[in-house]
């Protein structure tokens, strides 16, 4: 896909959708983290009906230590690896109160130094808290990079970094938003939905 295309694929994407983001539900940047940590393989709508109720009753890092770990596994139960995401979270939680007075940080380096937070999630916060024109990459970016020869490789890594590329800067704030939909709804795993798709004929995928 050449620098001409890319601007097509993504002023469509944009024409679409004007003002992308999460589908998680948040109120602050400790919710969105939280709630990101939990997303990993969960659904978003999986997420969204456990921290409906998790944060009524904490929604800080101090208010989720005083909550603890055992009940907060009674929350977030109904989502996968709920035990290792609980443990997770509460190791999470000190280290923001200890290190960072509470507050989310906004450096790659504090996010990734907390338990369960890998590149993604800390790109996911970069991201969508700070601003940042980070790409993070999933399931369903992965799958439409490669896919649709936006950009190809053969870990989430190298089709990151190939994206940070070659995606058109004045389209890197929200393009993990309109990639990370569009893969979820149009360019899914099984079946993509061609005859839906506003990009269908840049798309290098062969039927």
Not at 136 to 159: M, P, Q
Request: hydrophobic content about 40%.
């Amino acid at each position: 896909m050449n620098k001409q295309q890319r601007y097509t694929l993504f002023s469509r994407l944009q024409a679409q959708n004007p003002k992308p983001s999460t589908e998680l539900i948040y109120n602050s940047n400790f919710e969105l983290l939280i709630a990101v940590m939990l997303s990993a393989q969960a659904t978003d709508k999986s997420v969204n009906k456990a921290t409906a109720s998790l944060f009524k009753v904490a929604n800080t890092p101090a208010a989720l230590l005083d909550l603890g770990e055992d009940a907060l596994r009674g929350y977030i139960k109904s989502i996968g690896l709920f035990n290792t995401k609980a443990r997770n979270i509460i190791k999470t939680c000190e280290l923001l109160i200890k290190r960072h007075g509470g507050k989310v940080p906004n450096q790659r380096s504090a996010l990734e130094a907390l338990p369960g937070v890998g590149r993604k999630t800390a790109s996911v916060i970069l991201n969508t808290a700070f601003g940042e024109p980070t790409i993070a990459v999933d399931t369903h970016i992965f799958r439409v990079a490669n896919r649709t020869g936006l950009a190809r490789g053969k870990n989430v890594v190298e089709v990151e970094k190939r994206l940070l590329k070659s995606v058109p800067d004045v389209y890197k704030r929200n393009a993990h938003h309109w990639l990370i939909l569009h893969g979820r709804y149009v360019c899914v795993a099984r079946q993509p939905k061609c005859e839906d798709c506003v990009i269908s004929d840049l798309c290098e995928l062969e039927l």
